[in-house]
């Protein structure tokens, strides 16, 4: 059997490689982890550690964990109001590391964190690999590696023989 890959399929390969892991990462965080209702207690403006210039806004939740009051202080600059219910996500074992259920506090790092490999293996794949060049997998004889699409029948000959 062979199969022949462009840079095109390439990338897209790696796109659905990325996303399948940051799903799976997600979606195995969310089974091992809790709910629960939070308020918002308190609205912070704190100063950024790296520029004493700097400030932003943040809000104390508090919610229950079991029989324990927890708080917690959200993510940098979200809105919230004082009195404002927000559903939260936390670890059963860890409840002081919760975060609002939310695509800013749940799923924004994380997909920022998968796009700079993404971008990274693109710019491999388009740096490397010619417009019209293809990698063949034979996969009883292996794989090469092809420029221009004209030598295609060479080493398909070459790797059928």
């Known amino acids: 059997m062979m199969v022949s890959l462009n840079r095109n399929r ?12 940051l799903f799976l990462n997600r979606f195995q ?3 091992k982890s809790n709910f629960a209702t939070g308020e918002v207690v308190a609205l912070e403006i704190k100063k ?3 520029s004493s210039e700097k400030r932003f806004s943040c809000a104390t939740i508090e919610f229950e964990a079991g029989d324990e009051i927890v708080c917690f202080s959200s993510e ?18 860890n409840p002081l590391d919760a975060k609002v259920y939310s695509f800013a506090g749940f799923w924004l790092a994380p997909t920022l964190y998968c796009i700079i490999p993404l971008w990274l293996i693109i710019a491999i794949i388009l740096s490397f690999m010619n417009k019209n060049a293809l990698i063949m997998f034979n996969f ?13 029948s060479n080493i398909e000959n070459q790797l059928n023989q």
């Open 10 to 21: 390439i990338i897209l390969i790696a796109i659905a490689v990325i996303i399948l892991y």
């Open 29 to 31: 965080y969310i089974r």
């Open 48 to 50: 950024d550690v790296m």
């Open 76 to 93: 940098r600059d979200v809105k919230y109001e004082i009195g404002e219910t927000v559903k939260v996500i936390y670890k059963k074992d």
């Open 140 to 152: 009883k004889r292996g794989f090469s590696y092809v420029k221009e699409i004209k030598q295609i």
